[in-house]
Protein backbone atom coordinates (compact mmCIF):
# COMPACT_ATOMS: atom_id res chain seq x y z
CA UNK A 1 0.00 0.00 0.00
CA UNK A 2 1.47 3.12 -0.85
CA UNK A 3 2.22 5.32 2.58
CA UNK A 4 0.37 7.84 1.73
CA UNK A 5 -3.38 5.91 1.55
CA UNK A 6 -4.01 5.65 5.22
CA UNK A 7 -3.72 9.53 5.35
CA UNK A 8 -5.22 10.20 2.00
CA UNK A 9 -8.21 7.70 2.75
CA UNK A 10 -8.74 8.86 6.77
CA UNK A 11 -11.99 8.02 7.94
CA UNK A 12 -13.92 11.04 9.04
CA UNK A 13 -17.32 11.29 11.12
CA UNK A 14 -18.29 14.12 9.24
CA UNK A 15 -18.06 14.07 5.24
CA UNK A 16 -19.72 17.04 4.77
CA UNK A 17 -16.81 18.49 6.46
CA UNK A 18 -14.65 18.14 3.12
CA UNK A 19 -14.37 21.50 1.65
CA UNK A 20 -15.56 20.86 -1.91
CA UNK A 21 -17.59 18.05 -0.55
CA UNK A 22 -16.62 15.77 -2.93
CA UNK A 23 -13.99 12.87 -2.51
CA UNK A 24 -10.39 13.72 -3.85
CA UNK A 25 -10.54 11.58 -7.24
CA UNK A 26 -7.80 8.92 -8.25
CA UNK A 27 -5.43 11.22 -9.71
CA UNK A 28 -5.91 13.54 -6.64
CA UNK A 29 -4.58 10.78 -4.50
CA UNK A 30 -1.68 10.45 -6.51
CA UNK A 31 -0.77 13.88 -6.45
CA UNK A 32 -1.57 14.19 -2.87
CA UNK A 33 0.88 11.16 -1.93
CA UNK A 34 4.06 13.15 -3.70
CA UNK A 35 3.23 16.17 -1.40
CA UNK A 36 5.97 14.69 1.35
CA UNK A 37 8.90 12.03 0.52
CA UNK A 38 7.97 8.73 0.97
CA UNK A 39 9.91 8.44 3.80
CA UNK A 40 8.23 11.21 5.56
CA UNK A 41 4.84 9.79 4.32
CA UNK A 42 5.96 6.32 6.03
CA UNK A 43 6.35 7.77 9.00
CA UNK A 44 3.45 9.84 8.75
CA UNK A 45 1.30 6.54 8.19
CA UNK A 46 2.85 4.80 11.06
CA UNK A 47 2.34 7.72 13.12
CA UNK A 48 -1.19 8.21 12.28
CA UNK A 49 -1.99 4.40 13.13
CA UNK A 50 -0.69 4.73 16.74
CA UNK A 51 -2.97 8.42 17.27
CA UNK A 52 -6.21 6.15 15.64
CA UNK A 53 -5.63 3.31 17.94
CA UNK A 54 -5.01 5.12 20.77
CA UNK A 55 -8.18 7.23 20.10
CA UNK A 56 -9.94 4.01 19.78
CA UNK A 57 -9.01 2.40 23.05
CA UNK A 58 -9.84 5.68 24.96
CA UNK A 59 -13.49 6.49 23.66
CA UNK A 60 -12.36 9.11 20.71
CA UNK A 61 -12.73 9.92 17.17
CA UNK A 62 -9.96 10.46 15.34
CA UNK A 63 -11.19 12.45 12.35
CA UNK A 64 -12.15 15.11 13.13
CA UNK A 65 -10.00 15.10 15.97
CA UNK A 66 -11.26 16.83 19.20
CA UNK A 67 -8.13 19.00 20.55
CA UNK A 68 -8.83 17.15 24.01
CA UNK A 69 -7.81 13.86 22.78
CA UNK A 70 -4.70 15.18 20.99
CA UNK A 71 -3.30 16.61 24.27
CA UNK A 72 -4.49 13.89 26.27
CA UNK A 73 -2.26 11.60 23.68
CA UNK A 74 0.68 13.71 23.82
CA UNK A 75 0.07 13.60 27.55
CA UNK A 76 0.63 10.22 28.14
CA UNK A 77 3.11 9.63 25.70
CA UNK A 78 5.31 12.33 27.89
CA UNK A 79 4.30 10.39 30.77
CA UNK A 80 5.55 6.91 29.59
CA UNK A 81 9.14 8.59 27.93
CA UNK A 82 8.58 9.37 24.67
CA UNK A 83 11.49 11.81 22.88
CA UNK A 84 10.39 14.99 21.65
CA UNK A 85 11.15 14.60 18.29
CA UNK A 86 8.93 11.50 17.76
CA UNK A 87 5.77 13.36 19.66
CA UNK A 88 7.01 16.16 17.04
CA UNK A 89 6.49 13.79 14.51
CA UNK A 90 3.07 12.60 15.69
CA UNK A 91 1.70 16.73 15.48
CA UNK A 92 2.92 16.75 12.08
CA UNK A 93 0.89 13.76 11.02
CA UNK A 94 -2.11 14.42 12.77
CA UNK A 95 -2.37 17.50 11.42
CA UNK A 96 -1.17 16.37 8.06
CA UNK A 97 -4.34 13.75 7.84
CA UNK A 98 -6.69 17.02 8.53
CA UNK A 99 -4.77 19.09 6.15
CA UNK A 100 -5.89 15.95 3.34
CA UNK A 101 -9.33 15.79 4.22
CA UNK A 102 -9.75 19.54 4.44
CA UNK A 103 -10.68 20.03 8.12
CA UNK A 104 -9.20 22.66 10.59
CA UNK A 105 -6.18 21.14 12.69
CA UNK A 106 -6.79 20.43 16.16
CA UNK A 107 -3.08 20.62 16.64
CA UNK A 108 -3.33 24.49 16.33
CA UNK A 109 -6.30 24.60 19.45
CA UNK A 110 -4.98 26.65 21.92
CA UNK A 111 -5.33 23.81 24.83
CA UNK A 112 -3.13 21.58 22.65
CA UNK A 113 -0.46 24.25 22.06
CA UNK A 114 0.03 25.13 25.48
CA UNK A 115 0.35 21.58 26.84
CA UNK A 116 2.78 20.86 23.94
CA UNK A 117 4.47 24.14 25.21
CA UNK A 118 5.38 22.20 28.31
CA UNK A 119 5.97 19.10 27.48
CA UNK A 120 9.06 20.34 25.25
CA UNK A 121 10.14 23.11 28.14
CA UNK A 122 10.08 19.62 30.85
CA UNK A 123 11.22 17.01 28.47
CA UNK A 124 13.27 18.41 25.78
CA UNK A 125 17.08 17.18 25.51
CA UNK A 126 19.84 17.81 23.47
CA UNK A 127 19.24 15.24 20.16
CA UNK A 128 20.98 11.76 19.71
CA UNK A 129 23.87 12.20 17.35
CA UNK A 130 25.23 9.89 15.42
CA UNK A 131 29.17 9.93 15.92
CA UNK A 132 30.96 11.86 13.15
CA UNK A 133 33.22 9.53 10.74
CA UNK A 134 36.16 11.20 9.79
CA UNK A 135 39.94 10.64 9.22
CA UNK A 136 41.93 8.90 10.05
CA UNK A 137 39.31 6.60 11.27
CA UNK A 138 37.45 6.77 8.41
CA UNK A 139 40.58 6.05 5.95
CA UNK A 140 40.98 2.72 8.06
CA UNK A 141 37.04 1.90 7.27
CA UNK A 142 37.51 2.62 3.85
CA UNK A 143 40.81 0.65 3.63
CA UNK A 144 39.01 -2.40 5.18
CA UNK A 145 36.89 -2.44 2.05
CA UNK A 146 37.39 -5.53 0.45
CA UNK A 147 38.94 -5.00 -2.86
CA UNK A 148 39.12 -8.25 -4.32
CA UNK A 149 37.23 -11.68 -4.03
CA UNK A 150 39.02 -14.44 -3.22
CA UNK A 151 36.58 -17.89 -3.85
CA UNK A 152 36.93 -21.02 -2.13
CA UNK A 153 36.10 -23.06 -5.40
CA UNK A 154 39.25 -23.44 -6.98
CA UNK A 155 37.23 -23.36 -10.69
CA UNK A 156 36.34 -19.47 -10.18
CA UNK A 157 39.47 -17.32 -10.43
CA UNK A 158 39.76 -13.99 -8.05
CA UNK A 159 38.08 -11.00 -9.53
CA UNK A 160 36.66 -7.86 -8.16
CA UNK A 161 34.77 -7.30 -5.01
CA UNK A 162 32.07 -5.66 -6.11
CA UNK A 163 30.25 -5.01 -2.69
CA UNK A 164 33.61 -3.61 -1.29
CA UNK A 165 34.04 -1.63 -4.27
CA UNK A 166 30.35 -0.09 -4.11
CA UNK A 167 30.87 0.49 -0.20
CA UNK A 168 34.25 2.49 -0.51
CA UNK A 169 32.67 4.71 -3.14
CA UNK A 170 29.51 5.12 -0.85
CA UNK A 171 31.84 6.13 2.26
CA UNK A 172 34.04 8.68 0.12
CA UNK A 173 31.33 9.85 -1.56
CA UNK A 174 29.02 10.13 1.28
CA UNK A 175 31.42 11.79 2.83
CA UNK A 176 33.12 14.60 0.91
CA UNK A 177 29.74 15.45 -0.77
CA UNK A 178 28.29 15.26 3.01
CA UNK A 179 25.12 14.07 1.17
CA UNK A 180 22.56 12.53 3.34
CA UNK A 181 21.18 8.92 3.46
CA UNK A 182 18.08 9.49 0.96
CA UNK A 183 20.62 11.70 -1.35
CA UNK A 184 22.72 8.61 -1.17
CA UNK A 185 19.90 5.92 -1.83
CA UNK A 186 18.47 8.27 -4.86
CA UNK A 187 21.67 9.09 -6.74
CA UNK A 188 21.58 8.58 -10.26
CA UNK A 189 24.33 8.54 -13.06
CA UNK A 190 22.41 11.44 -14.78
CA UNK A 191 23.11 13.34 -11.48
CA UNK A 192 26.95 13.05 -12.12
CA UNK A 193 28.66 15.77 -14.46
CA UNK A 194 32.58 15.91 -15.63
CA UNK A 195 34.44 19.46 -14.27
CA UNK A 196 38.23 19.79 -14.47
CA UNK A 197 38.83 19.95 -10.73
CA UNK A 198 36.07 16.50 -10.45
CA UNK A 199 32.83 15.96 -10.34
CA UNK A 200 29.46 17.85 -10.31
CA UNK A 201 26.79 16.15 -7.97
CA UNK A 202 23.55 17.79 -9.47
CA UNK A 203 20.80 16.80 -6.63
CA UNK A 204 17.22 17.10 -8.13
CA UNK A 205 15.59 16.65 -4.84
CA UNK A 206 16.57 17.07 -1.13
CA UNK A 207 15.15 17.17 2.57
CA UNK A 208 15.11 20.88 2.36
CA UNK A 209 14.15 21.14 -1.26
CA UNK A 210 11.69 17.95 -1.23
CA UNK A 211 9.27 19.78 -4.34
CA UNK A 212 12.39 19.92 -6.71
CA UNK A 213 11.93 23.48 -6.98
CA UNK A 214 15.37 24.02 -7.99
CA UNK A 215 19.14 21.46 -8.41
CA UNK A 216 21.21 21.68 -5.75
CA UNK A 217 24.73 21.52 -6.21
CA UNK A 218 28.06 19.69 -4.26
CA UNK A 219 31.30 19.24 -5.76
CA UNK A 220 33.24 16.04 -5.72
CA UNK A 221 37.50 17.26 -5.76
CA UNK A 222 39.86 14.96 -7.18
CA UNK A 223 41.70 14.85 -4.60
CA UNK A 224 45.72 14.18 -4.16
CA UNK A 225 47.88 11.61 -5.70
CA UNK A 226 46.38 8.75 -3.65
CA UNK A 227 43.42 6.88 -5.27
CA UNK A 228 42.50 5.42 -2.05
CA UNK A 229 41.90 8.51 -0.38
CA UNK A 230 39.90 10.26 -3.56
CA UNK A 231 35.82 9.67 -4.01
CA UNK A 232 35.94 10.76 -7.81
CA UNK A 233 38.34 7.25 -8.19
CA UNK A 234 36.56 4.88 -5.76
CA UNK A 235 32.78 6.37 -7.52
CA UNK A 236 34.46 5.39 -10.88
CA UNK A 237 36.06 1.96 -10.31
CA UNK A 238 32.70 1.32 -8.57
CA UNK A 239 30.82 2.33 -11.95
CA UNK A 240 33.14 0.66 -13.99
CA UNK A 241 33.58 -2.57 -12.88
CA UNK A 242 29.55 -2.69 -12.12
CA UNK A 243 29.29 -1.89 -15.54
CA UNK A 244 26.25 0.95 -14.23
CA UNK A 245 25.60 3.19 -17.07
CA UNK A 246 22.61 4.64 -16.18
CA UNK A 247 20.24 4.85 -13.51
CA UNK A 248 20.60 4.43 -9.79
CA UNK A 249 24.45 4.37 -9.21
CA UNK A 250 24.44 2.33 -5.22
CA UNK A 251 22.84 -0.55 -5.88
CA UNK A 252 22.14 -4.40 -4.00
CA UNK A 253 24.87 -7.06 -4.85
CA UNK A 254 24.42 -10.65 -4.70
CA UNK A 255 25.99 -13.18 -2.58
CA UNK A 256 27.61 -14.45 -5.64
CA UNK A 257 29.39 -10.94 -6.36
CA UNK A 258 26.94 -9.64 -9.44
CA UNK A 259 25.34 -6.16 -9.11
CA UNK A 260 21.35 -6.84 -8.50
CA UNK A 261 19.26 -4.47 -10.24
CA UNK A 262 17.52 -2.68 -7.42
CA UNK A 263 18.77 0.13 -5.74
CA UNK A 264 19.87 0.35 -2.21
CA UNK A 265 16.96 1.76 0.66
CA UNK A 266 18.06 4.40 3.23
CA UNK A 267 18.06 1.79 5.72
CA UNK A 268 20.39 -0.78 3.94
CA UNK A 269 22.61 2.29 3.34
CA UNK A 270 23.19 2.12 7.67
CA UNK A 271 23.42 -1.08 7.60
CA UNK A 272 26.40 -1.19 5.05
CA UNK A 273 27.95 1.96 6.69
CA UNK A 274 27.48 0.27 10.56
CA UNK A 275 29.05 -2.90 9.07
CA UNK A 276 31.64 -1.22 7.20
CA UNK A 277 32.64 0.57 10.55
CA UNK A 278 32.95 -3.16 12.25
CA UNK A 279 35.14 -4.06 9.85
CA UNK A 280 37.44 -1.42 9.98
CA UNK A 281 37.76 -2.23 13.82
CA UNK A 282 35.67 0.14 15.36
CA UNK A 283 32.50 -0.17 17.77
CA UNK A 284 29.42 0.18 15.06
CA UNK A 285 26.93 1.63 17.96
CA UNK A 286 26.52 5.32 17.64
CA UNK A 287 27.53 5.43 13.94
CA UNK A 288 24.96 5.31 11.16
CA UNK A 289 24.55 6.87 7.63
CA UNK A 290 24.62 10.53 8.71
CA UNK A 291 28.43 9.98 10.18
CA UNK A 292 29.55 10.68 7.39
CA UNK A 293 27.92 13.95 6.91
CA UNK A 294 28.53 14.43 10.52
CA UNK A 295 32.10 13.67 9.97
CA UNK A 296 32.27 16.06 6.74
CA UNK A 297 31.17 18.99 8.50
CA UNK A 298 33.51 18.61 12.10
CA UNK A 299 36.15 17.63 9.73
CA UNK A 300 35.84 20.52 8.01
CA UNK A 301 35.26 22.79 10.39
CA UNK A 302 38.76 21.45 12.59
CA UNK A 303 40.62 21.97 9.41
CA UNK A 304 39.51 25.54 9.27
CA UNK A 305 36.84 25.90 6.94
CA UNK A 306 34.09 28.65 7.96
CA UNK A 307 30.84 28.01 8.51
CA UNK A 308 29.65 29.41 5.45
CA UNK A 309 32.21 27.36 3.34
CA UNK A 310 30.54 24.38 4.95
CA UNK A 311 27.01 25.23 4.34
CA UNK A 312 28.00 25.33 0.69
CA UNK A 313 28.41 22.01 0.48
CA UNK A 314 25.92 20.64 3.17
CA UNK A 315 23.10 23.21 2.03
CA UNK A 316 22.38 24.14 5.43
CA UNK A 317 20.30 26.59 5.87
CA UNK A 318 21.30 27.31 9.15
CA UNK A 319 24.82 28.18 10.09
CA UNK A 320 23.47 27.60 14.02
CA UNK A 321 22.95 23.87 12.85
CA UNK A 322 26.62 23.79 11.59
CA UNK A 323 27.67 24.89 15.03
CA UNK A 324 25.97 21.87 16.70
CA UNK A 325 28.05 19.54 14.58
CA UNK A 326 31.35 20.67 15.83
CA UNK A 327 30.38 21.81 19.37
CA UNK A 328 31.29 18.70 21.47
CA UNK A 329 35.06 18.79 19.37
CA UNK A 330 35.50 22.36 19.90
CA UNK A 331 35.16 22.47 23.47
CA UNK A 332 38.59 20.61 23.60
CA UNK A 333 40.47 23.14 21.81
CA UNK A 334 42.96 25.47 23.78
CA UNK A 335 40.34 24.13 27.04
CA UNK A 336 42.91 24.67 30.34
CA UNK A 337 40.95 20.88 31.50
CA UNK A 338 43.56 19.07 29.09
CA UNK A 339 46.54 21.07 30.40
CA UNK A 340 46.31 20.02 34.31
CA UNK A 341 48.74 16.57 33.99
CA UNK A 342 46.04 14.53 35.03
Not at 223 to 236: E, F, I, M, Q
Amino acid sequence: MDPSDALVHAPSSDPAAVASGYPLTPDEVDYAGKARSVNTLRGYQSDWSEFTNWCTIHGFDPMPADPAAVSQYLTELARHGAKVGTMSRRLAAIRFAHTLRALPSPTDHARVTVVWEGIRRTHNAEPDQSNPLMPPELFDVVDACPITKVWKAKKRAPEPDLAGLRDRALLLVGFVAALRRSELAALAVEDIGEHPNGLVVSLPRSKTNQAGDRRELVVLPRGGNDPHRSPVAALTDWLEHSNITSGLVFRAVSKGNRVLDRGLNPGSINTLIQQAVARGNLDPAGYSAHSLRAGFVTYAHLRGASDRAIAHQTRHRSLATIGGYVRIHEAWTDNAATQLGF
